[in-house]
């Protein structure tokens, strides 16, 4: 049995990802299962999806443990524990990275000895928003299994509810994907099956009661959210044009979900970055359109890496 693993943020098309690749492998009449697991869901929160496939009936459930295959949409994740994208990761395990940086550069730090691999770039030299069907090309060519004609089958099938053009154009960025990847000798290795018999029943803990005020301080007191910086859900920051805001800023701040947007002395909105998720509801009920968003993270990696 083969296990790949898709880590990215909530947005960047991860679970379109692992549908693509397990119908493409059920296209060529392997058996599959593929399913999303999802945190917080909110746009820009860490997610995963996974994909088994084999020759045989598969009977293991649950969370892949041991991936043959990890595929990376957002490079940021690899430095976030909650994201846990080298959890269970060998020797053998093949890093695929959505980035235009080096490995070396991308892995400075980290405990990982396994082969790895980015993504082609982009035709445009431009991160795209939603890298996932990109992701599941690059997955289907490390593969080798997976014909171009039955990738492209599932594509237009786990797209169809998209503009055509807006299908056409993440189907050439998949294809440009896995035809630049094709070259690539790495082997995904398979795992073996997980016997029953290494499970465990849970042990049950029993606590001693306590006092509300003791067991649910950061529940009923006040300023505790304060302290947890969900600004690294975002993939796309909002930005404000002083010059064109009026100063309506009931509008934005209302309709901000986290509170996140304040007033200075002159009565302008400004973003709390360590608070904004990304949702971009605030660009999308701006009535002025002084409101835009810019890429969380640098787009042009590579003119980036030629100028440090």
Known sequence: ???????GRGGQGMR???RI????LFNEGYQVQDAPRYGAERRGAPIFAYVRYSDSPINERGIIHRPGLVVVAD???LTLPAAAVLQGCT?????????GQAPSSLLSGLDFKGPIITLPRPETGEDEPFPG????????ALLGVISLAALESAARKELSDLPSEVADSNIKRMTHTFTGLTTQTVTIPAGEPVPVSSHHPPSWITPALEQGSRNTPAITGSMTTHRMNTGSWRTKRPVIDQERCNRCWWICNTFCPDGAIFLDENRFPHIDLDHCKGCLICLNQCPTGAISAIPEHPTKLDDQ???A
């Not at 020797?91 to 980035?99: A, G, H």
């Not at 069907?133 to 289907?140: D, F, R, T, V």
């Open 133 to 140: 069907p990109a992701c599941a090309g690059g997955a289907a």
């Open 16 to 18: 379109t990802a692992s």
């Open 1 to 7: 049995m083969y296990r790949i693993r898709f880590h």
């Open 75 to 77: 490079p940021s994740l």
């Open 91 to 99: 020797e053998e395990t093949v890093l695929l990275i959505n980035s």
């Open 305 to 307: 890496e030629e100028s």
């Open 21 to 24: 690749l397990g119908r493409a």
